[in-house]
């Protein structure tokens, strides 16, 4: 029987919750690496049972951990992420220029096909690659040369490379986004960009069409159609038809078009979900109701789904990684909350149901789907 | 030998309990102490200082024999109580946040 293992990063250690296909009884372990911020950790899908974890501390710097034995054990790997060459300068808030620092790893994704092969998005915005395993670590340094990259400026939580899409048609083509610079391309398996933010408008920034600038919060894609890539951007949910060479807006009735995270059924490509936030200097959903919403046409018209999810006095926020679908049938649905809640569906969102209320604020979401 | 005392986030890091003790050949210096930790606890490094800059992180601090060390040359010689292995080095992280 099949099951599923959720990886559930968090602001003081990781956990890892497994159930069989019924989604129903969860084993819990953890805290992994406890008392240390666990931005993500993910599986490899050409080997389930190797995972990664970027483990971070303001007091200690970054730290990457490797399991291979899905989450039972683990080794610490390489952590020196040291830029290519000359580091350049971004503006800092105050629009002064800064120079590139390291200071942590966002997200880490493993390569489809090669379990010692993983990317990982960093602050300040950087890709970098391993291919032993996460021993040494090697920038891609197109991505930060960029001729924009001088104008790029940090969001409110850093200057991060925090999704990283790796496509599964072009074996060269890889997506990221950093806050707040956008959304970019590479089809040369990152030896050249490009900004990919057509369509994107912004208030905040000078120029709201402008080429590079967008805070773009998370971009999601459905492998059976990588052409087509759905966004939560800082205000609005977009959508591209031509692998972001351009956007259109498809928010249409949701409730508040601003949020964090944003993925795709595993099974229906244009089932979108998204969980709108009330606004940027209000973090926590409308009306104080956790609300998950789904799109079955691929945007513009949105339900929502509040079965089993807190409809009263709810202030938690769901950040950019803290969603995740599985790939059973029917499709498993996961959020993880500020609040210290992973609320699970086993039925694409139709019922939820809290699978640990107390865990510290998550930051991160991740699941396997195993045989 | 010389003895260091982690904080205890590094302690579970390196899986060691109490003290560690490293051989550091003369002169007993704070940069041949912190190489010499890291090479027998390689998961160490990066922890303490910079990868890339070797900086001593902000938040860390290095006290012996009741003086601040931390904003000495990393050349300096340690004192000579820490060189016999009479006192540890204390690498201490701040007593700030969460």
């Known amino acids: 029987m099949s099951r599923v293992r959720v990886l559930v990063g968090t602001r003081k250690g990781a956990f890892v919750l497994t159930a069989d296909a019924k989604r129903e009884q969860w084993d819990v372990t953890g805290p992994h690496f406890g008392g240390w911020e666990i931005y993500h950790l993910k599986g490899s899908p050409a080997d389930p049972n190797r995972l990664y974890a970027s483990q971070s501390s303001g007091w200690f710097g970054q730290v990457i951990q490797r399991s291979s034995d899905g989450g039972r054990t683990w080794e610490t790997v390489g952590n020196k992420f040291s830029y290519d060459g000359a580091t350049g300068t971004h503006q800092w808030y105050d629009g002064t220029p800064h120079p590139w620092e390291f200071a942590r790893v966002w997200h880490l994704e493993p390569s489809a096909t090669d379990p010692d092969t993983v990317y990982a998005g960093v602050e300040d915005a950087a890709l970098f690659r391993t291919t032993d395993g996460g021993q040494s670590w090697y920038e891609l340094p197109g991505l930060r040369t960029h001729r924009s990259a001088p104008s790029w400026q940090p969001g409110a939580g850093g200057m991060c490379l925090h999704t990283i899409i790796l496509d599964p048609s072009h074996p060269g083509r890889i997506f990221v986004a950093i806050s707040a610079a956008g959304a970019f391309r590479t089809d040369d398996a990152g030896k050249t960009w490009q900004p990919i933010n057509r369509g994107l408008r912004s208030e905040g920034i000078p120029d709201p069409y402008a080429q590079v600038g967008h805070c773009v919060h998370r971009i999601a894609m459905h492998r059976s159609r990588p052409g087509v890539l759905f966004m939560q951007k800082h205000w609005d949910v977009m959508r591209s038809d031509d692998a972001g060479e351009s956007w259109r807006e498809v928010s249409g009735d949701l409730p508040s078009d601003f949020g964090f995270p944003i993925d795709v059924h595993a099974h229906e490509p244009d089932t979108v979900y998204v969980v709108p936030i009330k606004s940027d200097s209000e973090h926590y959903p409308p009306d104080g109701r956790l609300r998950v919403y789904r799109s079955r046409t691929g945007g513009n018209e949105w339900e929502a789904l509040t079965h089993g999810l807190p409809q009263r006095h709810c202030y938690v926020n769901v950040l950019r990684d803290a969603m995740a679908v599985d790939s059973l049938d029917p499709c498993g649905v996961y959020v993880g909350t500020t609040g210290g809640q992973v609320y699970a569906s086993a039925d694409a969102g139709d019922r939820w149901a809290p699978i640990v209320r107390d865990l510290p604020a998550v930051v991160s979401v991740e699941v396997q789907t195993l045989p | ?98």
């Open chain 2, 1 to 98: 030998m010389i003895r260091i005392v982690l904080p205890a986030h590094l302690r579970t890091l390196a899986r060691v309990d109490g003290e560690v003790k490293v051989a550091v050949a003369e002169p007993v210096t704070l940069r041949a102490a912190l190489d010499a930790l890291e090479a027998a606890y390689p998961m160490l490094r990066g922890t303490i200082r910079d990868q890339v800059t070797q900086q001593r992180r902000a938040f860390l601090r290095f006290f012996a024999c009741e003086l601040d060390l931390s904003h000495e040359s990393p050349d300096a010689a340690l004192p000579e109580a820490v060189a016999t292995g009479a006192e540890p080095l204390l690498v201490i992280g701040a007593m700030a946040g969460g």
